[in-house]
T-cell receptor, first 114, second 111 residues
Framework: ETGVTQSPTHLIKTRGQQVTLRCSSQ?????VSWYQQALGQGPQFIFQ???????GRGNFPPRFSGLQFPNYSSELNVNALELDDSALYLC?????????????FGEGSRLTVL | TQLLEQSPQFLSIQEGENLTVYCNSSSVFSSLQWYRQEPGEGPVLLVT?????EVKKLKRLTFQFGDARKDSSLHITAAQPGDTGLYLCAGSPPDGQNFVFGPGTRLSVLP
């Protein structure tokens, strides 16, 4: 139990729709990173939020956007969904925007795009 | 872009056997982490190695970071069914950018 919670756990959308995924970080953590994990692959970095500001972004198009709130919880928004967006979306919390510390992952939100 | 490769991709062994999985790159990493991910869950950190040549032990698991900090190995002694899962390595590039994850080794230990 990492203390990181994600919602919803599963959802099904159709191509072209929009989705919002939510993450509550571990108590005391001010940094949230989002990852996309396609079936049979390792997690791919989407972006990181540190103290409500984007603090690094991976190779994902602008239709992937995010937000971090004053309580350090975070949202991942994906617009104009494509079939290839089907994946497990993982949220990880950590301390102080660093990339060297331990990442505490939630259980993920499994998105299926039909 | 720094990439990590892991081998083997899949491994199925009997309880009690030993095994080694590998994480390789052509790039140098400041540190390297190993995570285990079980079905329906997020990855959980097993270990972080920082110094080239470093060896860390966690019960029956032995982790080694290569001298040049480009590769790592995970050795499991007397594997148990509870060791079943996806083993992921993640490297921290020297420029301080985000972790890079390998594709993972999926281990199945049969009773």
């Amino acid at each position: 139990e990492t203390g990181v919670t994600q919602s919803p756990t599963h959802l099904i959308k159709t191509r072209g729709q929009q989705v919002t995924l939510r993450c509550s970080s571990q108590s005391g953590h001010n940094t949230v990173s989002w990852y996309q994990q396609a079936l049979g692959q390792g997690p791919q970095f989407i972006f990181q939020y540190y103290r409500e500001e984007e603090n690094g972004r991976g190779n994902f198009p602008p239709r992937f956007s995010g937000l971090q709130f004053p309580n350090y919880s975070s949202e991942l928004n994906v617009n104009a969904l494509e079939l290839d967006d089907s994946a497990l979306y993982l949220c990880a919390s950590s301390l102080d925007g660093r990339y060297t510390g331990e990442l505490f992952f939630g259980e993920g939100s499994r998105l299926t795009v039909l | 872009t720094q990439l990590l490769e892991q081998s083997p991709q899949f491994l199925s062994i009997q309880e009690g056997e030993n095994l080694t999985v590998y994480c390789n790159s052509s790039s140098v990493f400041s540190s390297l982490q190993w995570y285990r991910q079980e079905p329906g869950e997020g990855p959980v950190l097993l270990v972080t190695v920082v110094t080239g040549g470093e060896v860390k032990k966690l019960k029956r698991l032995t982790f080694q970071f290569g001298d040049a900090r480009k590769d790592s190995s995970l050795h499991i002694t007397a594997a148990q069914p509870g060791d079943t899962g996806l083993y992921l390595c993640a490297g921290s590039p020297p420029d301080g950018q985000n972790f890079v994850f390998g594709p993972g080794t999926r281990l199945s230990v049969l009773p």
